[in-house]
DNA sequence: CCCTGCCTGCTG
DNA sequence: CAGCAGGCAGGG
């Protein structure tokens, strides 16, 4: 269920463990969730070969060979991976696991199938994915009022919709549209066109703000990472609005209220967050 | 633009 | 037991 601070801490997690290993063997349980190329070609192409680094783009992970072919993945709603040793026991729902030559093991578990692997050779144009049509990282300095303005300023959907468009500002979800709706005062059912430019700019200040402070909370060790099995996120209990319908608002203490914007829950505080 | 489907599991 | 969940693609 990551958004960008969950995918950039699993990153953070996983990279350090991963890096310079060689994948032996991998064991494909689902082959669904290989979207490009086939499951056999995935495998063929991947063993024997040796992980140089990790990274990540929006919400996509990106697990890079010394061939310079790519693995690339999203974990969509409810995916996960984890480290474990060889004879670890195995979570419900483990699609992919890739056998490492330190003898760990690289494990995809994903409850509800929806979380996609893509593996690009190089050069291969990247058609598959979608990880070619994401806007600009949250935290690249192209995110201005003008930026978001140009992009958002004519609109007439929900400011709350706009911030979840991948292809103008990649990684934020559900949650963190919330949390910096909250922070920036903005009620998440206006109307981007509404939206003045004071408004832009402390758009354009929140959100790289709001997610770099989640990431700091969710920082974890690979030892805590593997006990809760990738599947919490301790950045949870700093969540200031999302999940707190009917809680009292930390800055004034008002009532939290919920309504749906574009189909998605969204809480909100009614006195920080006036409508116009 | 809105709506559905993709899945499983948890909550009310 | 229906309804819903933090995502996204695809169709109307």
Sequence with gaps: MPELPEVETIKRVIEPQIKGLTINNIIINKTEVIAHPTSDEFCDLLVGQTISNMERRGKFLIILLNNNNKIILHLRMTGCLLITPEKYPEEKHTHIIFKLSNNNELRFSDTRRF??????????????????????????????????????????????????????????????????????????????????????????????????????????????????????????????????????????????????????????????????
Excluded at 123 to 128: A, I, K, L, N, R
Excluded at 132 to 153: N, R
């Design 115 to 276: 979380g996609r692997f893509w593996l690009l050779k190089k050069g291969e144009s990247d058609t598959f994915s979608g990880i070619e049509k994401l806007g600009i990282e949250p935290f690249d300095s192209k995110l201005t009022a003008e930026y978001l303005k140009v992009h958002f300023g004519k609109r007439k959907k929900a400011i709350k919709e706009c911030l979840l468009e991948q292809n103008v500002i990649a990684g934020i979800g559900n949650i963190y549209s919330d949390e910096i709706l909250f922070r920036a005062g903005i009620y998440p059912a206006r109307s981007a066109k509404s939206l003045n430019f004071e408004e832009w700019k402390r758009l354009a200040v929140v959100i790289p703000e709001c997610l770099l402070y989640f990431i700091e909370k969710n920082s974890i060790t690979p030892e805590e990472y593997l006990k809760i099995k990738g599947q919490d996120y301790r950045n949870t209990p700093f969540l200031q609005v999302y999940g707190s319908e009917g809680k009292l608002c930390p800055i004034c203490k008002d009532t939290l209220c919920r309504i749906v914007v574009g189909g998605r829950n969204s809480v909100y505080c009614p006195v920080c967050q006036k409508d116009l």
